[in-house]
């Protein structure tokens, strides 16, 4: 099994990039379906997210636009709880169709927090895209509408994902060995 070391954790593989590639383009192609024609404006939660953002957008075979804000409530290996804004949205969404994307929805406090800060600019509709999701650790708090893998509550790296600032360069997605 392949392995790599991160500050003073090992990983393993769990997701291979050809398997998360499948993936990306049925969503992408799923949203197309759904939303060719409409404009939509992907809403792309940073830092994780931008690789999946860059994947998404290139299966997609529609118009669309794309925006970026910043929230943060990981410290090393563990949620704060506390959620900041960073950076907010640049530009006007009402009336707009929102694709969030997201690369993980763990607690689903950060998407709990950031639905209520956009709901208040009124857009048209809000449709939720998270590469992975924990459903044992998430139960019924948020609805996300299209999963690309439910995984279970361990600690991932990769592909985007960091653990204290490291590992979102690799292609695969890790998982905390042992943890
Ligand atoms: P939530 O607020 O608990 O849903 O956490 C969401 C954010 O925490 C994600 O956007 C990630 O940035 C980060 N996060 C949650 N789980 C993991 C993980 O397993 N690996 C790396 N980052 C994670």
Redesign the pocket.
Known sequence: MKEVKVHDKVFELYISAEKIQVRIDEIGKALSEEFRGRNPLFVS?L???FVFTADIMRACDMDCEVSFVK????QG?Q?T?K?KTLIGLDMNIAGREVIIL????????????FLEILDTYDPKSVTLVSL?T?PE??KDK?KVDQIGFE?PN????GYG???DGLARNLKDIY??KGG
């Open positions: 939660i830092n994780g997210s929230l943060s409530s990981y290996t949620t709880g959620i997201e690369d993980i929805v763990d607690t689903g406090n950060t998407l709990t927090h992975l924990k650790v998430l948020v995984i361990k600690f991932v790296v994902l960091d653990y998982q905390l």
